[in-house]
Nanobody, 119 residues
Framework: QVQLVESGGGLVQPGGSLRLSCAASGSIFTIYTMGWYRQVPGKQRELVARKTSGGITTYADSVKGRFTLSRDNAKNTVYLQMNNLKPEDTAVYYC?????????????WGQGTQVTVST
């Protein structure tokens, strides 16, 4: 129903910046959230930032003031601008698109993109 294509990960030095992109295609929903999660080996996947169809954006405390989530409605794409990156931001980042249809939520995930912050 929904396909997600991610791009933009890579290796960056501490203090550097990266921008992740996630383009959604397929079925169109009016009630949804779209955003990014991240996961490191041995830990649970955690929310990084998420935007609702109503325009509310939520950030993890650890990224507030450094990361910015934005959306291009015409392209059905979300962007995560990550500034002042820290080694602890190293993780696999996953795009998620959760949609509300037929009285229930369904979540779709991208394939993941590696972000490594290191000297």
């Amino acid at each position: 129903q929904v396909q997600l294509v991610e791009s933009g990960g890579g290796l960056v030095q501490p203090g550097g910046s990266l921008r992740l992109s996630c383009a959604a295609s397929g079925s169109i929903f009016t009630i949804y959230t779209m955003g990014w999660y991240r996961q490191v080996p041995g830990k649970q996947r955690e929310l990084v930032a998420r935007k609702t169809s109503g325009g509310i954006t939520t950030y993890a405390d650890s990224v507030k003031g450094r990361f910015t989530l934005s959306r291009d409605n015409a392209k059905n794409t979300v962007y995560l601008q990550m500034n002042n990156l820290k080694p602890e931001d190293t993780a696999v980042y996953y795009c998620q698109h959760a949609v509300y249809s037929d009285s229930r939520w369904s979540a779709f995930w991208g394939q993941g993109t590696q972000v490594t912050v290191s000297t």
